[in-house]
């Protein structure tokens, strides 16, 4: 890409103003001499919602975007207003990054790589032979990839739609081969015998603080995984590092596939490194 193009992108989302995405990008380009320019479409601030998914992509379009990251609630709304879906896309059933070039909408998840790595990078030989997730939704399905790849034997998946544990479960055991995923309906049996837990619901972000699982069901021999990352340190990590729990905060996913999105958009490869020690700064 030739350096004096201007990379437009924006993040589609619900409440998303204490995003740090924007700057993730924008600061990565300029450490590479880019002209980038990242922008927040926040639903909530429009007062929309889902459903004015395809006025915004048109608009984009029409503004020549170079791409866009969408986030909750509209990783799987999404898909159908799309022309083509990277393979990664299409197996995990969610996308979070959309290249608008030539004419066409491609999807992209980068969330899935992006959760494999900061498994990897924070906690690092953990037992993964059965782990609780919480949440079935966009980001739910690719860290369940995520997780079936990096070698979960058995997944279960907790949700407030139970369809919709049971058709992820589905899909992952498609992919990964049968029994390796159920849809989870007894929490205190499933946490009692988990060496892991991850959050992938909405809940502990600064709008919808709680904790998706009783803390009670917490013990020290669990390690904990959250994708929420503002709050950085969310009412379930405080209470895990209470208990002496291992833990890994949202930051590495949020890093991760934005150093994926920002190839994506510019054609330039990152230095995730560099992009990570920006997040611990804006984080400090």
């Known amino acids: 890409m030739n350096r004096n193009t201007t990379i437009l992108a924006g993040l589609i989302g619900a409440g998303i103003q204490a995003s740090r995405t924007p700057a993730l990008h924008e600061r990565e ?4 001499g880019l002209r980038y320019l990242y922008r927040l479409i926040d639903l909530d ?3 929309l919602d889902s459903a004015a998914l395809p006025d915004l992509l048109l608009a984009a ?3 020549s975007f ?7 609630p509209c990783k799987q709304t999404i898909i159908p207003l799309l022309d083509e879906l990277s393979p ?3 197996g995990i059933g969610a996308v979070n990054t959309v290249v608008l070039k030539d004419g066409k909408r491609i999807g992209h998840n980068t969330d899935c790589l992006g959760f494999a790595e900061g498994l990897r990078r924070g906690l690092p030989g953990v037992a993964v032979e059965r782990v609780v997730q919480m949440g079935a939704g966009g980001a739910g399905a690719a860290v369940a990839h995520a997780l079936l790849s990096e070698g979960v034997q058995l997944l279960s998946v907790f949700d407030v739609d139970s369809n919709r544990a049971q ?3 589905d899909n992952l055991n498609q992919h990964f081969g049968p029994g390796r995923a159920v849809a989870g309906h007894d929490l205190s049996g499933a946490m009692a015998v988990a060496d892991g837990l991850v959050n992938t619901t909405p809940m502990g972000m600064q709008k919808l603080p709680g904790t998706p699982v009783p803390v009670a069901l917490l013990r020290a021999q669990l390690w904990v995984a959250e994708i ?7 009412e379930l990590l405080r209470n ?5 729990c291992r833990t890994l905060d949202g930051g590495n996913m949020a890093v991760f596939q934005a150093v994926k999105a920002f190839e994506l958009f510019s054609g330039v490869v990152p230095n995730a490194q560099r992009m990570l020690a920006h997040f611990q700064d804006m984080n400090g």
């Open 61 to 63: 379009e029409r503004m």
């Open 88 to 90: 990664e896309a299409r």
């Open 29 to 32: 380009g300029d450490a590479q």
């Open 240 to 244: 895990a590092r209470a208990l002496g």
């Open 66 to 72: 170079t791409g866009l990251n969408v986030t909750f």
């Open 45 to 47: 601030q429009l007062k």
């Open 228 to 234: 929420v990352y503002f709050p950085l340190e969310t």
């Open 167 to 169: 058709s992820l479960a």
